[in-house]
Each structure stands twice: as C-alpha cells, then as structure tokens.
T-cell receptor
Framework: AQSVTQLDSHVSVSEGTPVLLRCNYS??????LFWYVQHPNKGLQLLLK??????LVKGINGFEAEFKKSETSFHLTKPSAHMSDAAEYFC??????????????FGSGTRLSIRP | GAVVSQHPSWVICKSGTSVKIECRSL??????MFWYRQFPKQSLMLMAT?????????EQGVEKDKFLINHASLTLSTLTVTSAHPEDSSFYIC???????????FGSGTRLTVV
C-alpha cells in the first residue's frame, strides 16, 4: 500500500527567502514521486519527478527536491521565493513501473503564501 | 511535451440537466485516463479510471450511473454528469497517461456550477 503525507497545510514565507514544503511517503516498493503546482481554478502543472535515477531532482521555476529513502521523504525546496510561487502544491506517489490501471496517490496539499 | 486539453473550462447548468466534459491527449495516445473531483481547498479525489475500449473502474462511493465515463479512443475520454444537482458543483480534472509513463499529465480542469 502507498500513502503520502504533506506535513504542512499552509506555509508562508517572505519574498526572496527560501521555501521548504515537506512530504513523507510510504510504499511497499520503489515509488515514483512527483510535485505538482496548482494555481487557483487551474489544472495541475508538473514541477518535477523522481523515478529512481538521481536522488536530487531539479524542476521548473527553480524548484528542486531530494529523495531520501532512509527518511522516506521528498521535500520540495526553492532558494528564493517569488510572488508568482503563491499556489497550492501537491506531493504525489505512484507505482514505479506503470501498469494499465496504475493509480497515483495525492497528498492533501500545501498552500504556499508569499509575503511582499 | 505531453499536453492534455480539457473542455469546457467552466460551465453553468440548471438542475436536472446533463453536462459533458471532454479530456483529450493532444500529442500522445493515452491508454489510461483518470477523472478527479476537487472540493474547495481540498486535494483531488479520484472518481474513476478509464482504459481505452473498456468500461471505467469507479472508486467506492462514486455513482457510475450519475458520472458516465466513456474512453472511446486513445485520445479522448468524456465525463457526463447526468441529472446534475447543486451538490455536483465542483472542480473536475482529468489526467492522461500511458502504461509505461512515469508521470501523468493533467488537464486544466472544469469548474461546474449547477444552479
């Protein structure tokens, strides 16, 4: 069985300061892990994904995440927040090898607010 | 990259009418499409999984007669909300992928308001 936990429902940072959005997962096999961003009334945009290659994954818009198997974590970071980063972020876990009916599990989401 | 188009982006309908939402994979063939429902300030709730050419698999608690899903081709899946009621008002999002893809691409979502 798989599950994913986003530890913070809301994170607020000042513009120009670092961002840390936390995600822990559990999986009975090697999972694929993703971070998606959702702006209000919009669909989900893929920020980055981990698929058993390099443990430090770089994504779009300056975001990156590190897969730590020992800590079962996949935290999302960005060195310097921008006002346009304000959005909802979802951590997602998926079976490592897809099947015809593979399912992905969503975290509950973290709302990121940026203070001017 | 992979693009999924969802249409319409928003729709308002009267109670008792039916609404169809389309999800298209524009530059790849999607063997699997998922339909999600998202309530305000909540995560996505999987409603059903559809594989091209076969019946959709619905999650527990989702009424298959109310939410009709058709995946007639490798590039198109439709969700029809039948006899819509105000409680069906929500944000519906589809995603599409292939059996060997490591990520799923999401549509832009449809805001349904039933009045």
């Amino acid at each position: 069985a798989q599950s994913v936990t986003q530890l913070d429902s809301h994170v607020s940072v000042s513009e120009g300061t670092p961002v840390l959005l936390r995600c822990n997962y559990s999986s009975s096999y090697s999972p694929s892990l993703f971070w998606y961003v959702q702006h209000p009334n919009k669909g989900l945009q893929l920020l980055l994904k981990y698929t058993s290659a390099a443990t430090l994954v770089k994504g779009i818009n300056g975001f990156e995440a590190e897969f730590k198997k020992s800590e079962t974590s996949f935290h999302l970071t960005k060195p310097s927040a921008h006002m346009s980063d304000a959005a909802e972020y979802f951590c997602v876990v998926s079976p490592s090898v897809g099947s015809s009916a593979s399912k992905i599990i969503f975290g509950s989401g973290t709302r990121l607010s940026i203070r001017p | 990259g992979a693009v999924v188009s969802q249409h319409p982006s928003w729709v308002i309908c009267k109670s008792g009418t039916s609404v169809k939402i389309e999800c298209r994979s524009l530059d790849f063939q999607a063997t699997t499409m998922f339909w999600y429902r998202q309530f305000p300030k909540q995560s996505l709730m999987l409603m059903a999984t559809s594989n091209e050419g076969s019946k959709a698999t619905y999650e527990q608690g989702v009424e298959k007669d109310k939410f009709l899903i058709n995946h007639a081709s490798l590039t198109l899946s439709t969700l029809t909300v039948t006899s819509a009621h105000p409680e069906d008002s929500s944000f519906y999002i589809c995603s599409a992928g292939t059996a060997l893809s490591y990520g799923y691409t999401f549509g832009s979502g449809t805001r349904l308001t039933v009045v």
